[in-house]
């Protein structure tokens, strides 16, 4: 008997095959303004090289489908299993995370033959697989084109850090810095309590955090209209948000205090009065715009914006629940990869998706009876469900068709490099 | 106006001398096994020398009550004000936490001189006070206590880190081992799905971090009738808990190997082949005994555990749920200073209380609605909202009347120096 | 056939006995201001409890004596063979040197029954020991004296550090603290070049690392005829000497930066304006006296300090060669445990001893033809010949008869709790 | 009045722009088998990717240089001046050392372009100067080609360190692996004591810490007429030389345990019995050759060979004294980097250069009378002094005409990523 979803997608077997093609040159495409130099560094344990993530997509495929399914499976090279391995025990070795910067060989050009080369493979075993195989490989592949859409974000973000760590501060995008925002009174939207239903409710594909589809009661809850700007975040500032600690969380305030914090990741100080604040993004240095999002905040940050702001972060379940109230689309087409300040004009929720991503203030856990997959492939999600807090949206760098209103995105609390912004709540 | 609240306690002003006295006087008891030299050192930045306890606890009820409300207030010492200082940016400037050891003076004696002169004044401010004023001090008095029976717990397990860290292995008690445990089936208790209510009722005192009561919504669930016992842990030992990562949040298998970790805190192996295994104790090492409740386990050896079992840690809000219909006493008399393997007889959910502090999957964070008092005091809960798991139920060394369904303890997940242990649920 | 050194010893033997029994009741005398409190604590790795001290020091006599000669030897207590053993992997197993200020047990007492029962065994031994036997014990109790008097002078100098860490900057003397300094021009001593010959001569006890006496061959040298002030030292920092680093090593510069560090060690700058830098002593807070050597630098602000004022820190061989055509007494009777800026008048080479350390510019290293005693005996110098610096003459808080010309102590560069300053050279 | 130094310079003009490009090929020719990948990474904060060496040597000749005496400078890339200065505080703000392997930008392209522009400005200047510029100019082109020398063997050594990093292992060079060892028994050549001179003899060029010359008084001893072998490494490493405490200094020992060490780096214990040790060299993995010298050691590990072997480290001013009596070629011609096991045929002192730097027990100083150059430029070797060992002799990697006797390396006493071996000595 075969499940719903899995059904779906045998449907769809030759959409998935365009699927699969476009996701992955999109991979491809987006490292294309990127010399082989620039694909090879790691800017910091947390974050990866673009070789990486275009040869850890691609080991992907090749480990969880290509070695289990292709009919007499010869490795591409047998040590890449281990080298672009990210934290799968149940695969085997590991290459340390913190020194994947050190890998110049493969060369970029290899890992992109190591591209090609399963791509072609993954084609074939798509074309040719009888059909009880198939529901297997079209829910791994499918599993897999997502799971390379995560690492599309993370791409981004990671040579965003990485630009940001050099002097020159250089761009890597060089068409035009997407428009300025506009400005928008904040309202609030109103909730009723009650019993609400979050997590997926199976139709197309979700990641298993996101089940099962479950039931919370919710006591009566106000969201804001719209993020939090840089205008507003910018008075928070100038009001001494970042030097006292009534406004912070214990460990946030040693950590602040600790890294000598003053503003937000990637904003730079005016060097004169009456010169403006500066923020790099994929286009370079740009003056801060005030109308748009704040973005680059860690948890301990946006939970001290909004106790300085009389209100707090939602639940993700409020969240959540808010989000199926509103008209926005889900998928907001091409990324402009940084947040625009444009607003849905009408929607009473605003900026849910493609601007930044929202903290909520739910740590990451489990659904009441979730339970991970059999075998290595459930070291994907479970095993992370601790001391990290949930994000909720998408953001300007996600890649198109990535976002849902049950996706759960989660991050340390001390985590600024991703496009994390805050939505405010209140009781 | 009045709150219900200290209308109880205004109404109850003699027998809050009397507890006032009771409490204090059981802090100096529990010191008294101890030298001068005990007293003050510290084995680590989480724990906190004897003296310091002792002097911290009188810090509070001098700087939170009589500073505030006894006229004409002068302070045994300044400097104590800084000296003392837990962690209340409110207050000002503080030492630092990790040379709370360093404090040789004052000396021991002239903390007890402190203690004595604060319990005079705060005795008399309660005998003396007027209606207006009481109602505030009683509250605030009551808020001391309960302050420092919590820190005498810590103090408890403070000591016990401390001896074990000395390769004597010193007993701080010379009465006698708490008798042994007996063998007792594990059973479930079943409760249906629906909505709960959770949090403190508003009868007697209780934590802000415990309000507002509100509702939630719990999917069926089973909880055992008895905590994990040291024959149960130690088979999955045996059985390559410690050595197998697909049991083990990821955090917690890096934490695991980077401290090659393969028991819990305060086990010592057998030397020889057919011996047993030894604990450290407050009576010594002693011998092992398989039927107590396994204890002195992180948050990431609890759920490790859980996860080997086939089973899981419950939320904070089943525990609490399943606890109102236990009928074990919340009040469990004389402390036994060592998990007692005693079960309570006839009780479907025994060791609820008393024994050890039990892991919940829940990660601390407020209650919906929930507000912290204003000013200093209240630093006392809510700044530490992040990235620490809720224990429920109390332990060995709380002390009496220290115990209720409602009470939220919390560390973070790989503290190991509590009584803590496991009650095992399911879905 | 025997020594010298060894005839000299067995000749003296009664003195010896009264020698043991001073150089013992001085360790004890030192510890009378202080609390068991007080003797337990540990203010930083480097510094021990003074606990610990007179506990290492009387199992230095205990193991490398008594348990080789005594005759039916039966240790005090089997565990203090570890628990005391600082760094003597020949003897076996070490308690860990960051946790010393974590055993409260055993207590103060029991050290001081510890030192007792040891002390009657050795005078015991002395006195009853045959003929052959005794060289040998003369010879080890002779070390044993002088290993006991370096302790007493770290006592002196970890106590420093540890009051130093109570922000109540209590006093360890409550005697007067010792005359203030006078003014005195620096003059230069001028010295030949030649082959000079440097290393104990064989009269009298000195450790291993003085010997053998051997030829050096030094270039024409100058030597200043006083110790740096702390007048002088001033002008340092107020012309900018902590900012610039074309003064500094380049390890020192980091150092510096590191630890934001803008004066040495135990200076505390003036609140306002026109009042007095303050420094802590063993006698509490001061006002900072200008015309006392400068103490408690490193060695990186020694260099530093001689860069800025163009000259340099003598080689060990340079103040060897000097200091024996010094007039000053090498023994400079009770100590007065503050650099006192007194002056043996008419001396060319004033503060050689009893004031404070002088860095030299040599790393510590062997002698040539140096051959460290057999066994775990041997361990005492040569394994410490790596990444230190020499520092010549005496200080303030050298016991009595504890100087000589050929001495050699030695820190790392970074050490600032010893009595060390500044005597300055140039070619 | 110009120094003899600029006269020989001066006289040999041509022959400096002809030795300047062969020089500057020279490093360019070593990053050959390189991509661009490889040039950017850096494996440790120590080391330095390829693509940095190339442009902090080319920045040497532009800041030093062209920045002071080519009329109408005007910079390649203004920033620059920043992002490749290593260390030199008078020049002004330095970039990250830890960081230098997240600038991919400049590319490797850009940086070849930048080495392109200054060479042809270099030699203009050569060409063109007036006569009084030119001595100063020769002056400084002869440091910068030194210092570009120093650059090709790091650049080698980090090459090395950064492809062992890789589990890949790749070989840097694809040419033959040089020739194999040849057993020869290590004989004794012996000096006897007096006066010595050493230092550099103003006969071509010198780093100023070579200078003055000057005379020290060597008592009689004894060299090693090779370097230790393999062979000999092997049993000092099968009789326990890695877990005996008393061969070892101190720090070395905490250093070995720390790291749990047990071979020299780039060692691979064999998998199985029977097979052999083999080691990581530029020419990729290769099975360990007895007779070759043993490298890749620290001065703690040397130093402990030395203590086993009844032996000791030679000091700096030995070594020199010997090489100047031994017949060994200070020139070894083009680099096998690789440590030949080849003998000088019928030299007493062999392998005094060209095969492995020897590790010498004298930590790194300033001779008697040495000054370093005046400005930014003095920065060079002066404030290294401290808390470092120096190295003799020349190795594999050294470049041609780039040994000397006088000639001092030094590298803090854990460094082993150099090629570094042990010539012993006694007295």
């Known amino acids: 008997m075969k499940s719903r979803n899995a059904e779906l997608q045998s449907a ?66 047998p040590a890449f299993r281990m080298l672009f391995n990210s934290y799968y025990n ?16 493969p060369s970029l050009s290899e890992v992109l033959d190591y591209r090609r080369d399963v791509d072609a493979r993954i084609s074939r075993l798509l074309a040719q697989s009888d059909r009880s195989a198939s529901d297997e490989i079209c829910r791994l592949v499918t599993l897999g084109l997502h799971h390379e859409q995560q690492h599309q974000e993370l791409l981004l973000t990671d040579v965003k850090h990485l630009f940001w760590m050099n002097p020159l501060k250089p761009a890597m995008l060089d068409t035009a810095f997407p428009g300025a925002g506009e400005e928008m009174p904040l309202r ?7 019993i609400a239903e979050i997590g997926a409710r199976g139709e197309g594909f979700c990641f298993d955090n996101e089940t099962p589809r479950h039931r919370r009661f919710l006591e009566a809850f106000e969201v804001a209209s719209r993020l939090v700007t840089n205008a507003e975040y910018l008075r928070f500032m100038e009001e001494g948000g970042y030097q006292d600690p009534s406004l912070w969380l214990s460990e946030g305030w040693d950590w602040l205090c600790a890294n000598r914090l003053t503003h937000p990741l990637y904003w730079q100080a005016p060097a004169n009065d009456g010169q403006p604040w500066r923020e790099f993004s994929l286009y370079g240095m740009q003056e801060l715009d005030l109308h748009r999002p704040v973005t680059h905040l860690s948890f301990f940050e946006a939970d001290a914006y909004a106790r300085w702001a009389d209100a707090r972060l939602p639940t993700e379940a409020e969240w959540e629940h808010a989000a199926e109230f509103s008209r926005g689309s889900r998928d907001t087409g091409a990324s402009p990869f940084h947040p625009s300040g444009m607003l849905d004009d009408g929607d009473e929720l605003a900026q849910m998706f493609g601007s930044c991503w929202q903290w909520t203030s739910s740590s990451y856990a489990a659904y009441p009876g979730y339970a991970p997959a059999a075998g290595a492939i459930g070291e994907y999600n479970g095993k992370f469900m601790v001391n990290q807090y949930v994000l909720r949206g998408s953001s300007c760098a996600t890649p198109p068709s990535h976002s849902r209103t049950s996706y759960r995105n989660f991050f340390p609390s001390n985590a600024r490099w991703q496009f994390s912004g805050i939505r405010l709540a209140r009781s």
Not at 34 to 57: N, R, Y
Not at 90 to 105: Q, Y
């Open 90 to 105: 149940g695969v085997g070795e590991k290459h340390v995370r913190a020194h994947r910067g050190l890998l110049t060989r």
């Open 188 to 194: 609030w939207k109103a909730f009723d309590a009650g």
């Open 12 to 77: 769809a077997r030759m959409p998935l095959v365009e699927k699969f093609n476009e996701v992955r040159r999109y991979s491809v495409r987006l490292a294309e303004p990127l010399s082989a130099e620039d694909c090879g560094a790691q800017s910091m344990p947390d974050a990866s090289p673009v070789k990486w993530h275009l040869a850890h997509t691609t080991w992907f495929f090749e480990t969880f489908i290509l070695e289990k399914l292709e009919p007499g499976f010869r490795p591409f090279q």
